[in-house]
């Protein structure tokens, strides 16, 4: 065992604690420790809870003294973007507008998650409302990235990318509406999962757009969001929306080989206006694929710059229609930012906003048949590494839009289209700053992702890459 | 479909209740324009009997593969 137990990873930790090997107070300590450590340098942490979560772990070990080990995740300390309710708990959503929101409920995949044993380490920061893909925050100062301090983590769970990188929590639920989950995890070096829209109960997140909004986890590996999705998928009375039927077993996928599976390459959009290292580290990650014995297959999409169109005005117009209310009555109260973005929505005639709703069938029908013969794709999270703070802060410029469409011009398609997205660590550059890529599925087939994830990371350790304080 | 103007931006706003300045409104056409272009070459082609819903009866058909 490591000396430091908050090195470990999920599922190895939550055993540990079970075999006594370790106790969850050792465990929550040796978080609180490296927490007090990073937190002035990485601002990820929108509340730290260290003396509610010491009681919570001598709770834990206390029950499974006697025999009550809660679920698989007895006493693992976790903290999560501050989006998820919390009955009794202050939930900010990254704004000075809900700055003292108080949640009456407790949101359903938090509580699915407390019900598998976890405990509540704090709060991690975020963008604004989860509407912004940077990690600036106007009201909370920018989070930085573990790898480089002066650079971006990506946004909106940006407390969650740089949490779970710097090992301050062993992972973290995060939200994907236009990139939201893998762009953190592409800057900060960590495995984020985007889930199929339906798939996890929205029941309880802050939401931003009803069409678009998807719950999933950062964590460390692949293996760990397997098992944080296992327990949090699912039907759910509270959201009619969360699919019922029988899920697959998450956990079991990620022990399959990849030999044999076909991996797609797109021919264009995906592949083009590279960074030039990133074009490297795709490369690399295809050469990793084919040595573990996958087919490697090129793949003409449809036009994917339509889907972003559509994307952007599905977007705009529900994130307006849910702030309404606050543009009229708060407007001060909002970041430049996003307070722009949100105008954006006033712009879009709902015959505009109804068309990109009765195209996503056809367009998603599309793009399933230009996949038909492979098992998942293989594209960038983004052009780019992480940019630096400075640099990135646009702010409500003139061109402040174009600087976040360039940046998630790869996820925004594959939200409109509802698919799940699964972000692996697969290099770094030369200066040291991580570089992920995606591996998108069909609908509802995390367990195919995770799959060809698991056995990207047995074959490298891009994951296992720990950022060391300056 | 043509992206809005910001003098037609100011109208939507004011109709919806949320009133912006020219400045503002000017931004946003400079912000939001974008989607239009995007979204152009689908506007106006789709078929008289698409409902929104078939995005979950296709998302829900099996797989092929």
Redesign the interface.
């Known amino acids: 065992m490591s000396t430091e137990p908050a090195l470990m990873s999920l599922t190895s930790v939550a055993q540990a604690i079970a075999d006594k090997r370790v106790s969850s107070r050792e465990v929550t300590q040796s978080c609180l420790e490296r927490i007090a450590r990073w937190q002035p340098h990485l601002n990820a942490f929108m509340a730290i809870e260290a003396e509610a979560a010491l009681k919570a772990a001598n709770a834990a070990d206390a029950a499974l003294a006697q025999g009550g080990r809660r679920g698989a995740l007895h006493g693992v300390p976790l903290a999560h973007k501050d989006m998820y309710y919390e009955e009794g708990h202050v939930v900010t959503c990254g704004s000075r507008i809900r700055r003292d929101f108080v949640a009456a409920t407790t949101s359903t995949a938090l509580q699915r998650l407390k019900d598998a044993g976890t405990i509540r380490l704090g709060s991690l920061q975020m963008a604004e409302f989860a509407y912004g893909p940077t990690g600036h925050n106007s009201h909370y100062g920018p989070v930085h990235n573990p790898f480089a301090l002066d650079r971006i983590t990506g946004g909106s769970s940006s407390g969650s990318g740089a949490a779970v990188a710097a090992r301050l929590t062993f992972a973290a639920l995060g939200s994907d509406t236009g990139g939201s989950i893998r762009m953190p995890a592409h800057f900060c070096g960590v495995t984020g999962l985007k889930t ?3 798939r996890v109960s929205r029941a309880g997140a802050m939401p931003l757009s009803q069409s678009l909004d998807t719950v999933g986890p950062l964590a460390r590996s692949a293996e760990d969001c397997a098992v944080l999705l296992g327990l949090m998928a699912g039907a759910d009375p509270a959201d009619p929306t969360a ?1 019922a039927g029988p899920l697959p077993d998450f956990a079991a996928a990620t022990t399959g080989s990849i030999k044999g599976l076909t991996i797609g390459v797109p021919t264009a959009f995906y592949v083009d206006d590279l960074d030039a290292e990133v074009a490297g580290v795709l490369d690399a990650t295809i050469a990793v694929f084919k040595r573990e014995g996958a087919n490697i297959v090129q793949v003409d999409l449809p ?1 994917q ?2 889907l ?3 994307s ?2 599905v977007l ?1 117009v529900e994130a ?1 229609a849910f702030h ?1 209310r606050w ?2 009555e708060r407007p001060q109260d909002y970041g430049p930012q996003v307070l ?2 949100l ?2 929505g ?4 709902a015959v ?1 906003y ?9 367009a ?2 599309a793009y ?1 048949a230009a996949v ?2 492979v ?1 998942a794709l293989i594209a960038p999270v983004s052009p780019i590494p992480a940019p630096t703070i400075a640099e990135s802060d646009v702010g ?1 410029g ?1 061109d ?3 600087v976040i ?1 360039q940046l998630t011009r790869f996820t925004r398609p594959i939200n409109y289209l ?1 698919l799940p997205a699964l972000s692996i660590p697969s290099g770094f550059t030369r200066d040291g700053l991580p570089v992920g890529m995606q591996l998108v599925g ?4 995390e367990a195919m992702l995770l799959r060809i994830g698991a056995a990207f990371q047995r074959a490298t350790d891009f994951h296992d890459r720990v950022p060391r304080l300056p | 479909m043509t992206r809005p103007t910001a003098k037609e931006i100011k109208a939507m706003a004011d109709v919806a209740g949320v009133p912006v300045d020219a400045d503002v409104a000017a931004r946003i056409a400079n912000s939001i324009g974008p989607a239009f272009d995007g979204f152009a070459a689908i506007a106006g082609t789709l078929p008289f009997d698409l409902e929104p819903s078939t995005f979950v009866v296709v998302q829900t058909a099996k797989a092929k593969r």
């Open positions: 199929t829209v339906g699919v036009d710059r339509q972003t169109g559509a952007q005005l705009a307006a309404k543009m009229i722009m973005r105008q954006n006033l712009a879009v005639p505009s109804l068309e990109a709703l009765r195209w996503r069938g056809p998603l029908a399933l038909s013969d098992d409500n003139a402040a839009e174009a469409q509802g069909r609908s509802f087939d």
